[in-house]
């Protein structure tokens, strides 16, 4: 990557959570390569069906970024697109059940002797779901892809928002789609950008976040919720200009506790990565 950035994931424990004494079921990850910026965000269903779904979110994320890793590297441009959205799933799901399997086995391994016997995975799949938002950042475009719930923003050299992924075609009577859903390879979003549209900073967050605002009208709830990662961009060009962006990342933390003890009551979850290099003006 010729282009270097500056990136920083937080997970906070839902105010609910915490009354409840659960954990938080949150995970993300990142990493970097020669060719691309992986960043992923996995948020664990927590009912009393998805006991085990804070490690399914964690397997979720270790997932999404070897098979992005595996797959970002074999071609580029419109082939590469193409292979996220018709192998990447394919290859998550993959390794999220071969590693879910050999967790319970560990964990439990009369349970799941018994389910695998009785050819009943689907139940001990369950109860590791979870969502997942990927984003695949290259020289050759930005490859976005999301499974459920989440959001995924990108902001541009003046700090205005967009969403890459729009098609928004939830179940009905289901809170979301995830992991564990029936044909899950085949409810995966997609979007690509090409790189003259490279945004400045790239935002996920888990739904724990934008569920805070849930008032008002769309347009006035989406609006509060572009509110946090636009404040983090403007500190971070100030900052970017005095080297003290590890602080004002810092700050962060505090801020998402705040939300989930005024707002949704649930984990909360952000991963940025912010453009650095003499372009950041």
Not at 204 to 221: K, M, P
């Amino acid at each position: 990557m010729n282009r270097s950035f500056f990136s920083k994931g937080y997970s906070c424990r839902g105010a609910s959570h915490i009354l409840e004494d659960k954990p938080c079921q949150d995970a993300y990850s990142l990493r970097e390569t020669e060719t691309a910026l992986v960043l992923a965000v996995s948020d664990g269903h927590g009912g009393e069906s998805y006991d085990l779904s804070r490690y399914g979110a964690e397997i979720a994320v270790a997932s999404a970024l070897d098979a992005a890793e595996s797959v970002s590297g074999k071609c580029s441009g419109e082939e590469l697109y193409e292979r996220v959205r018709a192998d990447l799933p394919l290859e998550i799901t993959s390794l999220w059940r071969s590693r879910v399997e050999a967790d319970i086995s560990e964990r439990e391994p009369e349970f799941f002797a018994e389910k695998r016997g009785a050819d009943k995975m689907p139940l001990v799949y369950e109860r590791y779901g979870a969502t997942l938002v990927v984003v695949i950042l290259r020289e050759d475009g930005i490859f976005c892809a999301q499974l459920g719930d989440g959001d995924i923003l990108f902001l541009d050299e003046k700090g205005s928002v967009t969403r890459p992924i729009t098609d928004f075609d939830e179940p009905m009577g289901v809170s979301t789609y995830s992991l564990v859903s029936s044909k899950s390879e085949q409810l995966w979003r997609f979007a690509r950008f090409i790189p003259g549209s490279a945004p400045y900073m790239i935002f996920l967050s888990s739904d724990g976040l934008v569920n805070c605002f849930d008032y008002g009208t769309d347009e006035q709830a989406e609006d509060q919720f572009h509110r946090l990662p636009k404040s983090l961009f403007q500190k971070l060009k100030e900052a970017h200009q005095t080297d003290e962006m590890e602080r004002v990342s810092s700050l962060l933390p505090d801020i998402l506790e705040r939300y989930t003890q005024d707002g949704s009551g649930d984990d909360i979850t952000v991963l940025f990565s912010f453009a650095g290099g003499n372009d950041v003006k």
